[in-house]
C-alpha cells in the first residue's frame, strides 16, 4: 500500500513563500499523476495542482497560476509545491494525492475522485 506524507507548512507573512514536500513510501510507481488540494476553514476541499503520469505535464487552479509551482523527484519519490507571493486566502490544509492506476502520459486528473491515495495534510497559514 501507498503512504503519502506532506511536510513543508508553517506560517508565513503575505508575499513570501513556501515549499510543501509529499513523500510517499511503500509500493508504488512514482510515476503515477499526483496533485495537491486544500481545503480552508468551513470550506470544502479544492484543487491546486496537478502533474500528469511521468511528470509530462501540469495544470493549476486560476487563482495559483503563476505564483504556484508543482514538480516531482522521482529518485527520491517526493511531490513538491513551490508557493511564491502567497496571500491571505492561500491559508488552508494542502493534502497531497496520487492516482494509483495509468491515466494517460499527459493526462492531468483535475478532480478529487479520480486519486485514491491522500495525505493526512500539512497546514499552510498566511498572515496579512
Known amino acids: 500500500q501507498v503512504q503519502l506524507v506532506e511536510s513543508g507548512g508553517g506560517l508565513v507573512q503575505a508575499g513570501g513563500s513556501l515549499r510543501l514536500s509529499c513523500a510517499a513510501s511503500?509500493?508504488?510507481?512514482?510515476?503515477?499523476?499526483m496533485a495537491w488540494f486544500r481545503q480552508a476553514p468551513e470550506k470544502e476541499r479544492k484543487f491546486v495542482a496537478a502533474i500528469s503520469w511521468g511528470g509530462s505535464s501540469t495544470d493549476y487552479a486560476d487563482s495559483v497560476k503563476g505564483r504556484f509551482t508543482i514538480s516531482r523527484d522521482n529518485a527520491k519519490k517526493t511531490l513538491h509545491l513551490q508557493m511564491n507571493s502567497l496571500k491571505s486566502e492561500d491559508t488552508a490544509v494542502y493534502y497531497c494525492?496520487?492516482?494509483?492506476?495509468?491515466?494517460?502520459?499527459?493526462?492531468?486528473?483535475?478532480?478529487?475522485?479520480?486519486?485514491?491515495?491522500w495525505g493526512q495534510g500539512t497546514q499552510v497559514t498566511v498572515s496579512s
Open positions: 494525492a496520487v492516482q494509483t492506476y495509468y491515466s494517460g502520459r499527459y493526462y492531468v486528473p483535475l478532480l478529487e475522485n479520480e486519486y485514491d491515495i
Open positions: 511503500g509500493r508504488t510507481n512514482v510515476d503515477f499523476a
